[in-house]
């Protein structure tokens, strides 16, 4: 999809259609956009850039927060118009996800025109303002790649005889899978194009990775067939909410509420989902520098003129329960450097799934069931029926929001009305 939070935006409201704008979590020139209209881009500006910066590239910016739900909903319509054509294979994002072909739909001729089917009954089903990129190619990859060369509202074939010669015009950072640092890793073994990546041999593209992966982008590149590490599911490693904090809720006693509002989210997910987390990492960021002033073990900080940030990291030991969440976060709350915060988030790693048998001990038997008991609450009688009473007065604070690569369940209540 092409520019998508902000194309709602303006399916929702046919008076932005056509402008400049940029939806944003909250309206503080301290916090970044998370997507921006084409016009928008034609300033400069993308998603990641300061909203201060923004509006100074572009004056007459229209700042837009941002309404997940609408983006969730959304999604599953554009998902119902594409299976109206093809049958959706896999959701890689909120944004995107890819079809396969079959017999002889994977004819050049009629691959292209399945495409187009696809993005009419995109606007067609969900909105004009929906418009969409199709790339069609041997692989997933090379599909995602060939999506990517004709925005907006762009269908590209690659075909196998066509490789590497269309690739050749593209920078190495235009690939998924290679960032900034991938970039640096690739130029310190000697390659900074597309060409000298496609003629590197397998053994060399595994070293210059450092993994396995590297060796399956041989394959990758020529559309040949090979596990895809960019195809399908892929496992959930982690569970995390993070949130920008308003002008208004920057001292520590009001950062913590809307943590533990933070961490209640995190725990209700984490069950909802079925999973169980071996260990929690907080994580902040201060306005100003904090020096050397990170302590306690498992912490540490990066440093900045105007920014700083600080995080630290605690054993659960297999738990999902809000009150053992608690009991965690208070320990890594407490080893937090002094400062004025500005944003802050908390994150479930290593999980694994629930088992089928309940826990020997009384005492986490206990906590369990009063989790599943509050869950239970507020999903019939509303958001925060019951909660912690350390978020009271944070309820309302970091409401729903959308990583690209994880799509909310509207069926968990969110915030209070």
């Known amino acids: 999809m092409n520019s998508y ?6 399916q929702v409201h046919p008076d932005l259609r056509g402008k400049a704008i940029a939806v944003v979590p909250v309206e503080s020139d301290s916090t970044s956009v998370i997507a921006a209209s084409y016009p928008a881009k034609a300033f400069g500006i993308r998603t990641g850039t300061k909203v201060g910066d923004a509006r100074r590239m572009c004056p007459g910016l229209i700042l837009v927060k941002g309404r997940p739900d609408e983006y969730v909903r959304a999604h599953h319509k554009v998902l119902a118009a594409i299976d109206t054509v093809l049958p959706v294979h896999a959701v890689h994002s909120i944004d995107e996800c890819s079809c396969r072909l079959m ?17 009419r009954a995109i606007l067609r089903d969900v909105g004009e303002c929906l418009t969409s990129s199709v790339g069609i190619a041997p692989n997933r990859f090379l599909a995602k790649v060939a999506a990517d060369m004709q925005k907006p509202d762009g269908l590209t074939v690659l075909k196998s005889e066509e490789i590497p010669e269309k690739l050749l015009g593209l920078k190495l950072i235009d690939l998924p899978g290679i960032g900034v640092k991938m970039q640096e890793r690739l130029r310190r073994a000697g390659v900074t194009t597309i060409d000298q990546l496609y003629n590197m041999d397998e053994p060399g593209l595994g070293k210059s990775w450092g993994s396995v992966v590297g060796r399956e982008w041989w394959y990758l590149l020529r559309g040949l067939p090979v596990h895809d590490p960019f195809d399908g599911e892929r496992p959930r490693r982690t569970i995390g909410h993070s949130h920008v904090l308003g002008p208004e809720s920057r001292d520590e006693h009001k950062a913590r509420q809307v943590a533990m509002r933070l961490l209640a989210k995190v725990g209700q997910r984490a069950r909802h989902l079925g999973y169980v987390a071996a260990n929690m990492t907080l994580s902040l960021r201060y306005l100003g520098s904090l020096g050397d002033r990170a302590r306690g073990a498992g912490t540490g900080w990066s440093k900045g003129d105007a920014q700083s940030r600080w995080h630290a990291r605690g054993a659960l030991g297999g738990v999902n329960d809000t009150e053992s969440l608690i009991r965690v976060f208070a320990s890594l709350w407490a080893q937090r450097p002094p400062g004025r915060l500005l944003q802050v988030g908390v994150t479930l790693h290593d999980l694994s799934p629930v088992g089928d048998t309940p826990s020997l001990f009384e005492g986490q038997q206990r906590l369990d069931r009063l989790a599943s008991a509050m869950d239970k609450i507020n999903r019939k009688y509303g958001a925060d029926a019951v909660y912690p009473a350390a978020m009271h007065e944070a309820r309302k604070s970091a409401p729903r929001r959308i990583a690209f690569g994880n799509i909310p369940d509207l069926d968990l209540p969110d915030i209070a009305d």
């Open 5 to 10: 939070f902000a194309s709602v935006e303006q």
């Open 103 to 119: 017999g002889t739909e994977c004819e050049p001729v009629r691959a292209e025109e399945l495409g187009r089917r696809i993005k």
